[in-house]
């Protein structure tokens, strides 16, 4: 999954009521608009780097992940919150620009690509789009509560697992110490930990060194972005306090 900046792709915009999403996104009354993922899960938005013109709005494009990690392509995030999505994902790939491939100084391994992506707890209303030919599921987000959506990021290669990670029985976030351990470790774990906290600084309302500890013991580190939805206040805050021996 490659970071792009946006870039506007002009189109004209042919809404289609389907009568069924296909098999990805089934329906029984043929409604126009469906609902994906699961009522008490998490799915998550990721945006592509491109966007679309949709309804004379400027909107990001990407992948939708599902709960079990499985993934919706050509995906169009249309309503609130937007523009906070792309202005988040044109600075990740500004200090990804800066500072990938630079040494982190507490670990001595490079920096890695990091990945915004934005978790919705609950169903997600998608309506298909045809547009210039091509399909399009089109998250509703304006019909989406506010309170459930939150931004965040780490290596862009561990965002399904986050995800899957979100949905597991047993998976709490913890939030690690200034002086952790971990930012030694020399693998992608420690250089993401202290990588998150590095962007932190430089990108409006973020937090890093959090942690997703799974049941059996595995940490996925990662940071926080908004919007911060009071639903993922656990993710976004967690107040519990993370040290490898515990």
């Known amino acids: ?40 899960g998490y799915e998550a938005f990721v ?16 992948t939708l992940i599902l709960p079990d990690g499985k993934t919706i392509e050509h995906v169009v995030w249309d309503g609130q919150y937007a523009n906070t999505i792309i202005q988040n994902h044109n600075q990740i790939v500004q200090l990804n620009g800066e500072w990938v491939g630079k040494t982190n100084p507490v670990n001595g391994q490079p920096y890695v690509q ?25 998250i509703e987000a304006d019909k989406i509560n506010p309170q459930n959506i939150a931004g965040f990021y780490t290596y862009q290669g561990w965002v399904p697992n986050v995800v899957v990670a979100m949905n597991m029985p047993g998976t709490h976030a913890a939030v690690l110490p200034g002086n952790s351990p971990v930012f030694q470790w020399t693998n992608t774990t420690g250089t993401v930990a202290y990588q998150t906290m590095l962007y932190q600084h430089y990108i409006e309302y973020a937090a890093g060194r959090h942690v997703l500890v799974l049941p059996n013991g595995t940490i996925i580190p990662y940071g926080s972005v908004s919007p911060l939805g009071s639903a993922l206040f656990n993710f976004t805050s967690p107040s519990q306090v993370y040290n490898p021996s515990s």
Request: no cysteine; charged share 5%; aromatic share 8%.
């Open 114 to 138: 990091q990945q915004d992506f934005y978790v919705m707890l609950g169903q997600i209303p998608v309506q298909q789009a045809t547009i210039n030919g091509q399909t399009y599921y089109v």
């Open 47 to 62: 945006p592509s780097g491109q966007t679309i013109n949709y309804n004379g709005h400027t909107d990001p494009t990407g």
């Open 1 to 40: 999954m490659v970071a792009l900046k946006y870039v506007v792709v002009g189109v004209v915009v042919v809404v289609v009521i389907a009568a069924a999403l296909t098999l990805l996104l089934p329906t029984q009354h043929k409604a126009p608009v469906q609902y994906v993922g699961s009522p008490s």
